[in-house]
């Protein structure tokens, strides 16, 4: 893959290089769905820029988690009009470095395009679960005429048999509140998120050993992330979130992830900075599961 000098943390090409990096980001600049809020399709560039500020040094860590690796891909958007033709695009593309043994960070966009890479994530890797921090449930059988939308992406995960948790959900329809009674789906309300480091250990047992995580800016409070299509109230906050991230990483195997739904606003790189934040936090309690080899 060539050397992109706009990458993720400004990384030099021995940094870089896919061939020998542990993770790839790919950055899939997808919206056909939004339906409040527009804007995502600038999200993948402004983390792109905004982590090119990051120091890469975690002091969490006391070490530098970019020794692993990280590949920035060339931006990925689907060809084909129709929503299911272009996610199964997203979907083939996301398998191929999967199966590469890449850790692949996909940077939306949309919510809608989770659905690709999580069932990439099950064929290369078998049977998987899935972590949602989100405001929204995203558990409509359609929206505005289609099952593709965003606010349906969790039904079809679920529909599929992938079992899931959803964690920091504050807003949601009569009908996914009976879906979530009715199926037992594991739910991390917005008003326990006090509570969700006590919570989080027993409900992550209960999922498969291999995990794909779905990270919708939006979970967080709009005090720190006001750039994103419906900024909810209430949500997450940054130490106690990192503190539930460290703990997944630790206790399961993450084979993936995207973080979706920023959609920046001019002059205010606030949000933006957090998301490429969060992301290399991942990167680096990923890096310190695995030994920090490189």
């Known amino acids: 893959m060539p050397y ?10 021995e940094a870089s290089n896919y061939e020998t990096s ?10 056909r769905t939004t339906s409040y809020g527009k804007g995502t399709t600038s999200g993948p560039a402004a983390i792109l820029r905004a982590s090119q500020a990051m120091e890469l040094y975690d002091e969490e860590l006391d070490a530098d988690p ?13 060809e084909a009009f129709d929503m299911g033709e272009g996610l199964a695009e997203l979907q083939d593309a996301c398998k191929v470095h999967m199966e590469h043994g890449k850790f692949l960070v996909t940077l939306g966009g949309e919510h809608s395009l989770t659905q690709a890479p999580v069932k990439a994530a099950r064929e290369a890797f078998g049977e998987i679960g899935v972590v949602q921090f989100d405001a929204h449930s995203d558990l409509r059988e359609e929206f505005e005429g289609t099952p593709f939308s965003h ?11 992938i079992p899931s948790l959803a ?22 309300w917005g008003h326990q998120l006090d509570q969700a480091e006590a919570l989080f250990p027993a409900m992550l047992a209960a999922l498969p050993e291999k995990i794909y995580l779905t990270f919708d800016i939006d979970y967080f409070d709009p ?3 006001p750039a994103t299509g419906t900024p909810e109230p209430g949500g997450g906050h ?6 539930l991230l460290r703990k997944l990483f630790h206790t399961k195997t993450v084979v993936a992830m995207d973080l979706i739904e920023l959609a920046p606003i001019g002059g205010h790189p606030a949000s933006d900075f957090l998301s490429a934040k969060l992301i290399y936090k991942c990167l680096g309690y990923l890096w310190e599961k695995e030994g920090r080899r490189r």
């Open 4 to 13: 992109l000098p706009n990458n993720f943390g400004l990384l030099d090409p």
């Open 22 to 31: 542990r993770v790839a980001v790919l950055p899939v600049p997808f919206e």
């Open 66 to 78: 970019s020794t692993q690796g990280i590949a920035t891909l060339s931006p990925f958007l689907p």
């Open 167 to 188: 964690v920091g959900i504050r807003s949601l329809s009569a009908p996914e509140a009976r879906l979530i009674r009715e199926r037992c789906l594991p739910v991390i």
């Open 151 to 161: 606010a349906s992406v969790m039904k079809r995960i679920v529909d599929a048999g």
């Open 238 to 243: 940054w130490y106690p979130t990192l503190r």
């Open 223 to 225: 005090a720190l992330v």
